[in-house]
């Protein structure tokens, strides 16, 4: 079950974009069918790896999306779909974002060995 | 309020820590204790820029803290109640987790044009 909340990511190198968020308290159901939605197309992306999500009971919330190159990023970054969802996250669903774009250089799991 | 959730940090390259987990229902207070406490202790550490976080009520949550150096993350790493800490962590308070250090390259805001 909770293991689907982890993205499976190969060796580094490759990137993460890092979308911390603050929701406003408007159209809830508008914002999860997008995030659903945005999800579902970046998994259809070239060079998508995965993607990690958290948010708490008071709409703060952290997305982190991994990518094999910039160059996916900046595929992703123009899709048009993407670019238009993105215009109502703006004008509707945030209160204020911070995203960072990171190349990831080490990684490592636990608490078990065998992960 | 919500502004105190984001990290202010300056103009990239600066590094990110990426800490995404699975919490254990084991017990809440000790870990809740326990990373207020860590957020404390990272925050006198030479190097530290600040931290984000956001957990959901199915447990899973990410935490990114950002620093200044890959010198400034290894440090907090070997300080000696960070590495205590750490130990409960594994055996306590995660079934999970994944852990990666990534160079921040670029950044930005919004929605506002004034942040």
Chains 1, 2 share one sequence.
Not at 39 to 66: K, M
């Amino acid at each position: 079950m909770s293991s689907e909340s982890f993205a499976t990511t190969p060796e580094p190198p490759y990137y993460a974009v890092i979308f911390a968020s603050q929701r406003t308290d408007a159209d809830p159901l508008g914002y999860y069918e997008a995030s659903d939605r945005m999800i579902e197309l970046a998994a259809q992306q070239p060079g998508f790896l995965g993607v990690e999500s958290a948010r708490g009971a008071d709409g703060f919330g952290i997305t982190v999306s991994y990518w094999e190159s910039e160059a996916a990023i900046h595929a992703w970054k123009h899709n048009a779909e993407h670019t238009e969802v993105r215009k109502r996250g703006r004008l509707e669903w945030y209160e204020h974002f911070e995203l960072r774009v990171a190349k990831v250089e080490r990684a490592f799991a636990g608490p078990r060995a065998d992960r």
